[in-house]
């Protein structure tokens, strides 16, 4: 996501969010990676300190403090869908507590209003660069129930969705789930964190499309795709920035793998001898390689290139000798608890830890307050600041139109929190919408 992407933007944010003025380690064992139990957020009292030091004051904040930046990246969730109802954010409009904007179903005919739902597994709808566009209608934003109906119509696999009809798509019928919202009562933890830090409610996905271009933004703030191995081959590509299944075979056998041949976040943390990790959370890929909805699941693994682990294919990280620094999730652990926390952390899920559709909604909160405690009683929190998002905005309604300021996007809005001891609690909206 662009706002947080090159280190200055980042640093931009934080100077932003984080005012001064008011206005290699060892592995965990498989069993402590993920913690499976109900995780709820620290108490305050603790997350301002760490052991017996005294909490941090505002005299003493300020960006200059921030030693560790940590972006924690979720999957497929929209700002009104968790965030709507939050009070004082630009969510759902209202009117005496009613909302005062619909969706037209093209099944029905009906105008279909944004609705509480309880539901721990969502549906969701497609999220490609052509149902951005479709969702958002040139301004309208009226495109969504549309968009998942359709999808629900796309042929599947029984293998792949045991609620498939091979003839007629998915055997799902009712009221259309991308007009649902959560609100504190699903996502306790999620609205504890808006409460005590900062929740960005004008944050938007770096690309109007799927989870590969909003993920090679995060690593280098840019989508394409290369004819070659120069730089000056790359051209835009939100779409399909790689072949539509990877790796490929050449006729001979050996391995065809994307042109990322521009240059990535970390060529520039490695020359300024910044340190940095990408942690992976090993297991299934949250979302189909193609961006279809539906796909046999394909393993997620550290020395696997993949959607989710996409620096390897990168060229400055092949040439600098980087690849170490791709670890499994468990390392984040035993990093925290060490106080040797790099000075730059991306965290990705994997499936059933992502919140991507199916995937419950729960068990995603579970996994990352599980990530974000463990920072918290890091001797390295006082010096931390967390970015946690969602990549896009998984087909579900959101009523704010992106700012357009390239050919690249932005995309819908996302959810967004700051989390850190430094960090003056509230929503903060930049002077111009950007993520």
């Known amino acids: 996501m662009r706002f947080w992407l090159a280190l200055g933007v980042i640093l931009v944010l934080v100077i932003s969010g984080c005012i001064t003025q008011p206005p290699q380690s060892k592995q965990l064992p498989p069993g402590n990676q993920v913690q499976q139990g109900i995780q709820t957020p620290l108490p305050l009292s603790d997350q301002v300190r760490h052991g017996n030091q005294t909490p941090i004051s505002h005299q003493d904040s300020g960006i200059h403090k921030i030693k560790h930046v940590v972006i924690i990246m979720q999957e497929n969730r929209a700002f009104d869908h968790y965030f709507g109802t939050y009070p004082g954010a630009e969510g759902i409009p209202m009117e005496n507590g009613m909302p005062t904007v619909c969706v037209p179903d093209p099944g029905t005919g009906h105008c279909v209003q944004p609705y509480h739902s309880t539901k721990d597994k969502n549906e969701g709808g497609p999220h490609g660069d052509s149902n951005s566009v479709a969702d958002i209608d040139g301004g309208k934003m009226d495109g969504f129930i549309g968009q998942q109906e359709a999808a629900r119509k796309m042929p599947c696999e029984k293998s792949v969705d045991p609620e498939c009809n091979s003839k007629n798509g998915l055997n799902i019928t009712g009221l259309s789930d991308v007009m649902g919202y959560h609100d504190r009562g ?6 504890a964190y808006a409460d005590n830090f900062v929740l960005q409610d004008h944050m938007f996905a770096s690309a109007a499309s799927w989870s590969l271009p909003n993920h090679l933004f995060l690593v280098s703030g840019w989508s394409a795709k290369c004819a070659n191995s120069d730089p000056e081959s790359c051209k835009n590509e939100l779409a399909n920035p790689q072949s539509l299944t990877f790796p490929q075979k050449s006729k001979n056998g050996s391995i065809i793998q ?56 990168f ?3 092949k040439q600098d000798n980087q690849t170490g620094n791709i670890q499994s999730l468990g390392n984040v652990f035993v990093a925290a608890k060490d106080g040797t926390l790099p000075s730059v952390v991306w965290i990705v899920p994997n499936s059933k830890d992502s919140e991507h559709p199916p995937a419950l909604v729960s068990r995603g909160q579970t996994y990352t307050t599980s990530i974000i405690n463990a920072i918290m009683q890091s001797p390295d929190w006082n010096s931390t600041a967390i970015f946690l998002a969602w990549d896009d905005w998984g087909g579900f309604y959101d009523h704010m139109v992106p700012p357009k300021v390239d050919e690249n996007g932005y995309g819908l809005r996302v959810p967004a929190l700051v ?3 430094l960090c003056q609690k509230g929503l903060y909206r930049p002077p111009e919408p950007q993520l």
């Open 315 to 317: 060229e400055t990280v």
């Open 419 to 421: 989390i850190s001891p």
């Open 258 to 313: 994307p042109n990322y041949a521009w240059t990535d976040i970390t060529y520039l943390l490695y020359k300024n001898n910044v340190s940095w990790a990408y942690y992976l959370d090993e297991g299934y890929q949250p979302d189909c390689e193609d961006d279809s909805m539906f796909c046999n699941p394909r393993t997620q693994k550290v020395g696997v290139p993949q959607i989710w682990n996409p620096l390897p294919w």
């Open 186 to 191: 699903e996502i306790p933890n999620y609205w």
